[in-house]
């Protein structure tokens, strides 16, 4: 199921004259025939290429031109600080890769919360990022054309529980006009979006509607409000700006064709899991048959093959395929269609395993669960039911959180795709809700609320639905229609890394007061932009985000491995533990903060572990 994408219709914002009173100048962006066309920077662009209005009209103007268009943002990026997994690549690596002729630049707002103690090296940090971008020639064809933009202004929501803006747009009034002054020092186009956005927001107040989902990340009706605005600093062209509302059904075909291409993009560039592909473990080199493996090698000698060979060959199938879909946006753009064919991706080495079971064919055997049931000890005064099973219930497979709601329903994140969806998978991992219907303490029925999923590490109820975790992205879904299934949804947390899927975010639980933890193990490099300055983390800890006030924190930095277990006693105590070790501490004695990159040096156990590993916790 492919959920449908928010269309809010709003009034158009900003009349054309008031845009046009807002261009910096003259100047626009020559756009060439076969332009590579990178977007770097932070949540602002990164949230961009999942609605795509503004390249929806960029290919709409220049049908001929068959731009390609790249987004290398991330959530928390900054000029100089812009957190990737291990071997990932740096941002100029990047640039080579997709080719840059054309860099959209977006920074300030993270370097911002620095305030005005740190306008002097932001100022001095960027001037030398532009001097020695222009140096280069990412595309073979000459120095790349460089278009900067600043921060959007944070909004005064309809919610008073989001951050007070005032002080925020103190300091990114300062930071923008710095930004112009640099930008025009250095011969570039600056594209100033803290006023327009200002006028933007306080029309929008004045209809009763907020154009960003608190504060500070734009909604969906928020991106389509600045996409015209966006498009005039690049073009000059004030003539498509109103081609958004509606939209035409050829806007709409050609925008859903861009979101399919950028969807594609992202499952590469932001690739899960990047641990195996790029970093550490990607030296692993495995023999068919063969149970132990060599450590170090990324290209081994035969009959040796390492997961760096064969993820590289799976992202460049990913490549492959967006270019696929850049052609159908072309095609699009040009008035006609395209059916996307994906027969010319290259080919992926199939890996016989190194671990086959005891069946003729490498399979292995597994109890049945009823067999399980009758292995398994337990206290006195307790016993095992079979509530459900994979035989009953095939889309109850890979199962990595679950929880009862108020109707007594149990809901599974089940991972059919572990460790990650391949290019080609046709069916995604879901969100799963089986009951008993009939009260004898067994599911008798199923519905997914929620598919077309790559690897839902965890979920927890919110209001009138649940957020769900799939990396880099937090989200939140509703069944608005009361069919069982949901049909709406919104990123509400953005760069929470992935670079061990098994370690992602997971154990995701409420505190007595209504927050919610997520608990993220080793190898990650998260970032996420808040109202109160990017929160970034190497390796693991346990975060505390409250949904109502979008306040996100490290609650605990430690040397965790995989704290897959997290537990509050009927007391508020949090209990952690990291399953890998079985170790489990009480929260609070090290949940003060430390200053990143900072770990707490060390914490002791309340109890001394039997055996390990631990796949989760409850309370009894």
Known sequence: MKLPLLIVRVALLLPLLAVAAFAQSSAKLDFKPGDHVALIGNALPDRMQHTAYLETLLQAKFPKQQLVFRNLAASGDEVVLRARSENFGSPDDWLTRVKADVILAFFGYNESFNGAEGLSKFRGDLD??????????????????????????????????????????ARLSIYTKAMGEIAQANGLLFVDLFNPSQKLFSDAASQGQSLTINGFLLSDAGNKALAPILYQALTGDSAAANSLEGPS????????????????????????????????????????????????????EPPY????????????????????????VWAVAAGGDLLVDDSNVPEVEKVPTNQPGEQPDGSHVYLDAQEAISKMTVHSGMKVNLFADEKQFPELINPVQMAWDTKGRLWVSAWRNYPERTPWSKQGDSLIVLEDTDGDGKADKVTTFLDDLNAPTGFQFYKDGVLVM??????????????????????????????????????????PGGAIYLSDGVFHRTQVETPDGPVRNLDAAIYRYEPNTAKFE??????????????????GNGIITDATG??????????????????????????????RPCPGTGIL
Not at 479 to 493: I, P, S, Y
């Open 128 to 169: 030398k990022w532009i001097k020695e971008t222009k140096a280069k020639n990412y595309s073979g064809k000459g120095a790349p054309r460089i278009v900067l933009f600043s921060p959007i202004a944070a909004e005064r929501t309809r919610d008073p529980n989001f951050a007070d803006p005032t002080p925020i747009n």
């Open 249 to 300: 059904p050829a806007m709409e075909k050609l925008r859903t064709a861009i979101v399919d291409k950028n969807e594609m993009w992202h499952s590469r560039y932001r690739t899960i899991d990047g641990y195996n592909v790029y970093g550490g473990r990607s030296g692993l080199a495995y023999q068919a048959g063969k149970g132990a493996f060599l450590q170090g090698q990324r290209n081994p």
């Open 305 to 328: 093959v390492s997961n760096y060979q064969v993820m590289q060959e799976e992202m460049a199938v990913r490549d492959v395929m967006t270019a696929n879909r850049d052609k159908r």
């Open 470 to 511: 799939q990396a880099p992205d937090l989200w939140f879904v509703r069944d608005t229609n009361g069919d069982g299934k949901a049909d709406w949804k919104e990123r509400v947390l953005m760069g929470m890394d992935s670079a061990d899927s098994h370690h992602t975010a997971n154990a995701i639980c409420h505190d």
């Open 554 to 571: 490290r609650f605990v930095s430690y040397g965790f491995a995989n704290p897959h277990g997290r537990v509050f006693d009927r007391w």
């Open 582 to 611: 079985n170790n489990s501490y009480f929260d609070a004695a090290f949940s003060g903060h430390i200053d990143y990159p900072g770990k707490h040096p060390g914490m002791n156990q309340f109890w001394d572990r039997p055996s």
